[in-house]
């Protein structure tokens, strides 16, 4: 099943010379994990505000074609144009870059249950949530905090979290690991494949680290100047090092290597993680 489909989508901030999203079109299937990467200014974090319909109902600019979401548990279809962004949020959450900009409560808890207040859930059903986030995310403990004196990957585990007790099926993140400590980027992506594996999440993840989005999204997209200009499976991704160079995007170490190896005739296809290009390395035929 469809739950995001994009259809010749284009868009151009007011007073903005150029468009931002060109002739974009592509669908995430129900329990995908989608990585997303391309150079900085490519349009992913614009790609990202269209998808919850932030663009074009609170951001307003020169939108053309169409975002659809359906939510997997009622079946219906929300087209962004027509859909308060409120009501999105209930199925499609997005996260940010920056942990900070997102948190605004005096405690955890307090975080956690904003959004569900104005939802107009009852007292049962938020402590229920609660529960439930501060267990995911692996908070439980730090309900009384403020949320400032948290670590990074702490604070945006929290911010994944006040997304989370919304119940959405789809979850968006935009570059969520980039303000982190190598400690909080492993605790934030743990949780992302936690959802997405255990709890059947969709994720869309843009992910500056390429390493992790070859390892574990099922498709990936490449960005460049506003359109996509690569999709592919990981393995399909990790054949295009050239093309990646080219676009400035970062390889992983296990795929610069694997692309030296090739060049000389010593490999016959790109490793996608170092365990994988090792072990390959160690047998006769690679
Ligand atoms: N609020 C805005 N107003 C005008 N132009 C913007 C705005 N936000 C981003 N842009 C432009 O849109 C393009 C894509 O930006 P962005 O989506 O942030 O890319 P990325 O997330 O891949 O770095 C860039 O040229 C950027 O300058
Ligand atoms: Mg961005």
Redesign the pocket.
């Known amino acids: 099943m469809k739950v995001i489909s994009v259809e010749g989508l284009s868009f151009r901030?007011?007073?903005?010379k150029?468009y931002?999203?060109r002739d974009v079109s592509f669908e995430v299937k129900k329990g995908e994990m989608l990585g997303i990467i391309?150079?900085?200014?490519?349009?992913?974090?614009?790609?990202?505000?269209t998808l919850n319909g932030i663009i074009p109902n609170s951001?307003k600019?020169d939108f053309e074609g169409d975002v659809i979401i359906r939510d997997p548990r009622t079946g219906e279809e929300h087209s962004t144009r027509e859909t308060p962004v409120p009501h999105l949020s209930t199925v499609v959450g997005l996260v940010l870059q920056n942990p900070e900009s997102q948190l605004f409560n005096m405690t955890v808890e307090e975080e956690i249950a904003f959004g569900l207040e104005n939802l107009g859930l009852d007292r049962n059903e938020i402590l229920r949530r609660l529960r439930w986030v501060l267990e995911v995310t692996g908070l439980k403990g730090l309900e009384k905090e403020f949320p400032p004196n948290l670590s990074g990957g702490q604070q945006q585990r929290l911010a994944i979290a006040a997304v989370l007790a919304m119940e959405p099926s789809i979850i968006v993140l935009?570059?969520p690991t980039s303000q982190l400590d190598p400690v909080g980027k492993k605790e934030v992506l743990g949780l992302i494949s936690l959802l997405n594996r255990e709890h059947g999440i969709t994720v869309v993840l843009?992910e500056h680290h390429t390493d992790y989005v070859l390892r574990y999204a099922d498709r990936v997209l490449v960005?460049d100047g506003?359109r996509i200009i690569l999709e592919g499976r990981p393995e399909e991704i990790a054949e295009e090092a050239e093309t990646l160079k080219g676009l400035g995007v970062k390889l992983p170490a296990s795929l610069e290597v694997s692309h030296e190896l090739r060049k000389r005739g010593l490999l016959d296809r790109p490793a996608l993680t170092p365990e994988e290009l090792l072990s390959r390395l160690a047998r006769p035929s690679r």
């Open positions: 901030y007011r007073r903005a150029d931002s999203l391309g150079p900085s200014g490519s349009g992913k974090s614009t790609l990202c505000l951001i600019g935009d570059e843009v960005m506003g």
